[in-house]
């Protein structure tokens, strides 16, 4: 077993220790993992993710020493560190730890601040957190509860902060599995230790864990609550500490503040702002639609007036380089609905250039497959039914082309 030095004090970031067994990398580059007698290290575990550092050699240069990239729990309980290097150091060598302090202090104000959001919804709701999870940027709790309501949430965010400013002392107890049935742990403890570490902050919350803590509610520096969401067993809640939390916020601020700036308005007001541009988005997108659809009838009545009858039938062949798909198949509509006689090819180039073949009700032509034919002379696809079809060309300057195809194969 490693002797875990953060066990007894979290703020121990430099230690002195020797090397029991190295397991050295079976690839070149991989990493090599070292065994040490013990460790301030924290591995990954309990939901908290594991410290970063270096271990240099005792003797020497402080230079010389291994880049410690993570560090994870065995089976066996003890505690390997993978660090990067050319060679593998030897074992029996004598090194010096240390931890990288603002990652540790980081991770201290996340762990601490959940015991405390953790224990606020138990006293508060009697809401119990069933997981803890640690993120780059965000860490997140998921709590056993059917309900989550936002005014609950801002309920514990201020209780939670209260405790955080009443600066109570954080201790590491450790007690027998016996004597931990009667204090009133937040949840139950695993049964397979004989001895378990408690966290204890003081008059507020009790419960077995191996994380590193702060060493008082103070040091958490604030606990801000941010998306929550219905996750499969409960909700899940989202928070930051500390400096994440100052971090957060200040990126929060930033961003509505651009988004304000949009609206040269205040940031308070950028919802209703955005309320605003949407529904002025929605009016004019209807107006263009019904404009559209006036345009493509007088359009389409234009050019039936125009159009040449072969055989009774008016064949109507147009390519437009500055409309779109939806305006020749909304064309396309009205000029095989207008008169019972027609076939439309139509072109559009803007946007992916595209093809429309339609023709009216009973006529004797089959669309899809023309359209079909017409699309492989020219590496695109498309299909559709016997009376309407549409497809896309690689190129606008296909079109014309392909529409000069089609009308000649009809008239074949
Ligand atoms: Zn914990």
């Given at each position: 077993m490693t002797d875990r030095l953060y066990y007894h004090d979290s703020f121990l970031y430099?230690?002195?220790?020797?090397?029991?067994?190295?397991?050295?990398?079976?690839?070149?580059?991989?990493r090599h993992g070292v065994f040490l007698d013990r460790t301030a290290f924290y591995p990954t575990s309990g939901g908290q993710v594991h410290d970063t550092g270096w271990l240099s050699p005792a003797a020497g240069n402080r230079e010389d020493g291994f880049r410690v990239t993570e560090v994870a729990e065995e089976e066996d309980g003890r505690v390997v560190h993978y660090i990067e290097a050319d060679k593998a150091p030897q074992p029996g060598t004598r090194i010096l730890g240390s931890v990288d302090v603002a990652r540790r202090r980081d991770h201290m104000q996340q762990h601490s601040g959940q015991h405390v959001l953790s224990a606020a919804f138990i006293r508060l709701f009697n809401m119990p957190t069933v997981s803890f999870h640690m993120g780059e940027d965000a860490c997140s709790i998921d709590l056993d509860t059917p309900v989550l309501q936002p005014e609950q949430v801002e309920e514990v965010e201020l209780f939670a902060n209260q405790i955080v400013q009443e600066n109570r002392p954080v201790e590491i107890?450790?007690?027998?599995?016996?004597?931990?049935?009667?204090?009133?742990?937040?949840?139950?403890?695993?049964?397979?230790k004989d001895e378990l570490r408690?966290?204890?902050?003081?008059?507020?919350?009790?419960?077995?864990?191996?994380?590193?803590?702060?060493?008082?509610?103070?040091?958490?520096?604030?606990?801000?609550?941010?998306?929550t969401e219905r996750v499969r067993q409960g909700w899940r809640v989202e928070f930051v500490c500390g400096q994440r939390a100052v971090k957060t916020a200040r990126r929060d601020y930033?961003?509505?503040?651009?988004?304000?700036?949009?609206?040269?308005g205040h940031i308070w007001d950028v919802p209703q702002q955005v309320k605003k541009s949407l529904?002025?988005?929605?009016?004019?997108?209807?107006?263009?639609?019904?404009?559209?659809?006036?345009?493509?009838?007088?359009?389409?009545?234009?050019?039936?007036?125009?159009?040449?009858?072969?055989?009774?039938?008016k064949i109507v062949v147009r390519s437009y380089a500055d409309r779109d798909l939806g305006f020749i198949r909304l064309l396309a509509q009205k000029l095989t609905r207008m008169e019972t006689n027609v076939v439309s090819l139509m072109g559009a180039g803007q946007g992916q250039p595209s093809l429309v073949f339609a023709q009216s009700k009973g006529l004797p032509f089959d669309m899809g497959a023309l359209l079909k034919d017409t699309v492989a002379?020219?590496?695109?696809?498309?299909?559709?039914?016997?009376?309407?079809?549409?497809?896309?060309?690689?190129?606008?300057?296909?079109?014309?082309?392909a529409i000069a195809y089609a009308a000649a194969k009809l008239n074949s």
């Open positions: 430099d230690f002195e220790g020797e090397i029991t067994e190295v397991v050295p990398a079976a690839e070149i580059n991989a107890r450790f007690v027998t599995q016996q004597a931990a049935q009667d204090l009133g742990l937040r949840k139950p403890p695993r049964a397979d408690l966290i204890d902050i003081q008059d507020f919350d009790l419960s077995a864990c191996g994380g590193t803590h702060v060493g008082n509610t103070g040091q958490i520096g604030s606990i801000l609550l941010r998306k930033i961003t509505l503040t651009e988004a304000a700036a949009q609206f040269s529904e002025e988005i929605r009016s004019a997108s209807k107006v263009s639609e019904h404009l559209l659809e006036e345009l493509a009838e007088l359009q389409a009545a234009r050019l039936l007036a125009e159009a040449d009858s072969l055989n009774g039938r002379t020219c590496g695109g696809k498309g299909g559709g039914s016997k009376d309407m079809a549409q497809g896309g060309v690689p190129r606008g300057d296909l079109l014309e082309e």
